[in-house]
Every structure is written in C-alpha cells, then in structure tokens.
C-alpha cells in the first residue's frame, strides 16, 4: 500500500514538473518572439536606410554628370616604359594615387582648364593642362622621369625659426618663433628604423621642440603632451612633439611636424642651399588651412 502511494506520489510529481517546464517553455518562446521581431524590423529597417542613400548618391552622381566632367589617366615610368604605382594626381582640391597599373581617375571637375599635376617621391614632378568638358571623360598620360639622388641627410640638430604672414597669432604682434629639431643618425635607423615597403624614399625621424603657442594659442596639440608611443623611426617618442622629414630629388625637404596626425600638425617644404641652409614654407595642417609662412632652418 505504502509502495502504490510513493509510486502515485511520484508520478504526479513528474507530471507537476512536466506542466511547469511547459509553462515556462512557451512563456520564454512568447517572450522571444518579441525580440526576435524587433530585430527583424532593425534589419529591414537599415535595408531601407542603405537603399535610401544608395539613391541619394545615384541622384548627386546624375546631377554632377550634368554640371561636371571626369579625368582619367596613366603614370608611366620613363626609364623603363612600365606604370607607375603610388604616383600623387592634384588638380584643384581633388586628386587621387595611380594603382599597380599606373591608372588614376577624379570625379566631379569643374569645366574648363585645369592643371594636372602628377609627382612621386622619388621622380621628377610634372604637369599638364586638361580641358575638362561637361559629361565627358578627359584623358591624359604622364611620364615620369628619375629625379636625382638626394644630396645629404637631415640626421643631427637644427636651429629653426618660423615667421608667420599668413593668418592671425594668437599672440597679437608676433613675427616668428624659434627652436630646435634634431633628426636621429642613420646608424640608429639602420638597426631600430622599420622600413615601410611602400616608401620610395628613406624617411628620418626625430623631434622639436618649438613652442608654437604664440601662433596657434595653448590648444595647439604640440604646446604640452604626454602621449608617449612607438615611433616610426627611434624607439618611444612623444607623438605631439615627433618630427619626420627627408630630401629628394637632389635638394628638396620635405618636413613634418606630429607627422601622424593629419589635421594639427606643420608641413614645412623648402631646399637645401649651398650654404647649408633650409629655406621654405610652412602651412599648418587643416582641412581649410588659414596659417602659414616661411621658415629657415641651420644646423649647429
């Protein structure tokens, strides 16, 4: 008697389980379906947003296709006859970079004539005159010949100063601002530098220190910093205080203060005299630039 009540006991136990479980099942499904339909929605509601945008751009291209036209064109090494790849195209505000085949194309010119420019680090820059037409593609070839090898390094330390005339110092009546640079020496490159494999000439590293602040006022991103990181060139360096710079083609520099920050930094382009002296201009980075003027820089 005992044993039949245990074994009725437990089969209604079994069955109590067995309801619960049921219950619980079907109220996670229904709690489910939910989520599950939201999601879907968010799905098919970014589908529509990218579709939505899709024909935005389609719209802007068609109507740009009406007022503008295209340019498209090839780099060609001249010493060899093969394309050129990475070759810099600027004409206006838009350019573009040559592919492995040496092709290029800009979207969107103006009619009218336009100066082309074509340049690669290590080759000698040139230019074109293009007739952009309404709707049409235009289409030019470059070739470009080997520019002469560098005539020295910038490794060791330089006296610099800037002089502004272009834009408004923060610091009323200010001229110019002077500082150190120092490039480290080729033998560190050689053992700590790492190489960049797209690079067509040997760039150097090292830092300045200038105090900018009367030009660009206490938020300009090279005054004061800590943002220590690796550095292209030698080992740990404060980003905002890093300096880049190389000369190609025979005596042309090429200079850049906080070289990893696109926006922010200088770009200081000049030449090396016979008297040992850089001579140039520098332009404050930005996406409308407002500051610039020239800079002179010797070594000590």
């Given at each position: 008697m005992n044993r039949s009540r245990f074994a009725i006991m437990?089969?209604?136990?079994?069955?109590?389980?067995?309801?619960?479980?049921?219950?619980?099942?079907?109220?996670?499904?229904?709690?489910?379906?939910p989520a599950v339909f939201a999601a879907s929605d968010?799905?098919?509601?970014?589908?529509?947003?990218?579709?939505g945008i899709r024909a935005q751009m389609e719209n802007i291209a068609a109507k740009n296709a009406l007022t503008t036209g295209s340019l498209k064109g090839r780099i060609i090494d001249q010493a060899t006859g093969r394309p050129l790849y990475g070759a810099s195209?600027?004409?206006?505000?838009?350019?573009?970079?040559?592919?492995?085949?040496?092709?290029?194309?800009?979207?969107?010119?103006?009619?009218?004539?336009?100066?082309?420019?074509?340049?690669?680090?290590?080759?000698?820059?040139?230019?074109?005159?293009?007739?952009?037409?309404?709707?049409?593609?235009a289409n030019v070839t470059f070739t470009l010949g080997k520019a002469p090898p560098p005539c020295c390094r910038l490794e060791g330390k330089w006296r610099?100063?800037?002089?502004?005339?272009?834009?408004?110092?923060?610091?009323?009546?200010?001229?110019?601002?002077?500082g150190t640079?120092?490039?480290?020496?080729?033998?560190?490159?050689?053992?700590?530098?790492?190489?960049?494999?797209?690079?067509f000439v040997n760039e150097e590293f090292g830092d300045y220190?200038?105090?900018?602040?009367?030009?660009?006022?206490?938020?300009?991103?090279?005054?004061?910093?800590?943002?220590?990181?690796?550095?292209?060139?030698w080992g740990w360096i404060d980003m905002m205080t890093e300096a880049s710079g190389?000369?190609?083609?025979?005596?042309e520099v090429e200079i850049n203060f906080i070289p990893q920050l696109s926006h922010g930094g200088l770009a200081l382009d000049g030449k090396i005299g016979k008297d040992g002296v850089i001579r140039g201009r520098w332009l404050k980075l930005a996406f409308?630039?407002?500051h610039g003027g020239a800079f002179v820089m010797s070594k000590i």
């Open positions: 437990s089969l209604i136990s079994l069955a109590l389980v067995a309801v619960v479980v049921g219950t619980r099942f079907r109220a996670a499904k229904e709690a489910s379906a968010q799905v098919e509601r970014v589908k529509r947003e990218e579709e195209v600027v004409t206006g505000y838009l350019g573009a970079s040559s592919d492995k085949d040496g092709m290029f194309s800009i979207d969107t010119l103006d009619p009218g004539i336009s100066t082309v420019a074509a340049s690669r680090a290590d080759m000698i820059s040139a230019t074109q005159s293009v007739e952009i037409m309404v709707g049409k593609t610099i100063t800037l002089t502004i005339d272009r834009g408004t110092p923060t610091i009323a009546n200010t001229k110019n601002v002077s640079v120092r490039f480290r020496s080729a033998s560190w490159a050689l053992f700590f530098g790492r190489k960049d494999p797209d690079a220190d200038v105090d900018l602040r009367p030009f660009f006022g206490e938020a300009f991103a090279g005054s004061s910093s800590s943002s220590r990181m690796p550095s292209r060139g190389s000369v190609r083609s025979g005596d409308a630039p407002t």
